[in-house]
């Protein structure tokens, strides 16, 4: 059982941590900058070779988040993340990604979580983002978070996030009544 105090701060740190708690090593970060000294992207964006030394407090807090990443490489991991169906791998590539920056990202790594037979992975996640309001949850992540709850057989928790979801002013589509649906089945729950 994976305690959601571990995931603390939603980001890196808590993403690194979750395929350890689940028994696996830690992922080792890949090399994500050719810049030889610290530089300024056209965004305006600080890059530095990884491993370097923190030039400020925010390259602190970048480092501790986790390698920098061009939208190139990210678009590489997330395609790699929606094709892998081996949990060692999703364990690898939610390391490699760090911060999960908008909610498309966090249903992709739910899915995998959920389709690696590690549902409960994906509902934690799903419950330390909504404890830390960090992102905005519509639809399609609380889609996500029940059909986790189908997989782990959670039919108390599929219909509550139904509820939550009508409460949120969310509209709830057929596919999440038919997870929450098959949840009540696989439990055993008719009520």
Known sequence: HLDTTMLGRVGSPALHALPHALGRRRARPVAT????????????RQHRPRGGPPQSRHDEEENHRGPLLTTYERRGLLRRLRESRDAEDVAEIVGQLGDLETSREVVLVMSAWTRVKRARAALELFTALRARGEHDLNERCYGAAITACEKNKRSN??????REMSARGLEPTLVNYNAAISACEKAGDWE
């Open 157 to 162: 928790q599929a219909v509550a996030l139904l």
């Open 33 to 44: 900058s050719v810049f030889s000294t610290t530089q300024r992207s056209s965004t305006g």
